[in-house]
């Protein structure tokens, strides 16, 4: 599932995100960053190496089947 937000929403969203990583409903997350300058950047965050690693290399699938 993907989800296309304004800056308002985004920023609220994660807020959320960053709550649930707090209170333990969210086990990982990843990221793709692009940046003004044309960069693009991919964090991963949380879960385990093996979740993590595949993240990276396929953030479509789901991260449950790893």
Same mark, same amino acid.
């Given at each position: #599932?993907?989800?296309?937000?304004?800056?308002?929403?985004? $920023? !609220?969203?994660?807020?959320?995100?960053?709550?649930? +990583?707090?209170?333990?409903?969210?086990?990982? #997350?990843?990221?793709?960053?692009?940046?003004?300058?044309? $960069? !693009?950047?991919?964090?991963?965050?949380?879960?385990? +190496?093996?979740?993590?690693?595949?993240?990276?290399?396929?953030?479509?699938?789901?991260?449950?089947?790893?």
């Amino acid at each position: #599932m993907n989800h296309l937000l304004g800056k308002d929403a985004a $920023v !609220a969203m994660l807020r959320e995100l960053l709550h649930e +990583a707090e209170f333990g409903s969210l086990n990982c #997350m990843a990221l793709r960053i692009f940046r003004a300058d044309g $960069v !693009a950047e991919d964090f991963v965050v949380g879960g385990t +190496a093996q979740q993590q690693a595949g993240a990276l290399l396929d953030p479509q699938r789901g991260l449950g089947q790893r």
